[in-house]
């Protein structure tokens, strides 16, 4: 079975780091395309960042470019979301979701993923 679980959400002050981590079981993830998604309370699910399966050029939507950093450690099988600078915008359940079907990063089409995690909660707040 094909499983992705994150974890590493929290509550964390503005201007605080988060990591959350995506980790994989029943299939090996740099094979996959890994996209990170959130969706806040009452908004649309939208993409964060993007790695594509051979982890270059990685892709941010631009209300996080700069503060976000995705990563891969294929002996963990896990892939990484690095949250510096957080603001209270950045509020919302986080997603981790793979596809094989799609080798580089081009948009965030949610359909084009067929691995979802359950996500795990950021909170932004003082």
């Known amino acids: 079975q094909l499983q992705l679980v994150e974890s590493g959400g929290g509550l964390v002050q503005p201007g605080g780091s988060l990591r959350l981590s995506c980790a994989a079981s029943?299939?090996?993830?740099?094979?996959?395309?890994i996209g990170w998604f959130r969706q806040a309370p009452g908004k649309e699910r939208e993409g964060v960042s993007c790695i594509s399966k051979i982890a270059d050029s990685p892709d941010y939507t631009d209300s996080v470019k700069g503060r976000f950093t995705i990563s891969r450690d294929n002996a963990k099988n896990t892939v990484y979301l690095q949250m510096n600078s957080l603001k209270p915008e950045d509020t919302a359940v986080y997603y981790c979701?793979?596809?094989?079907?799609?080798?580089?990063?081009?948009?965030?089409?949610?359909?084009?993923?067929?691995?979802w995690g359950q996500g795990t909660q950021v909170t932004v707040s003082s």
């Open positions: 029943g299939f090996t993830l740099d094979l996959y395309r």
């Open positions: 979701a793979a596809t094989n079907a799609y080798y580089y990063c081009s948009g965030y089409d949610p359909y084009e993923y067929d691995v």
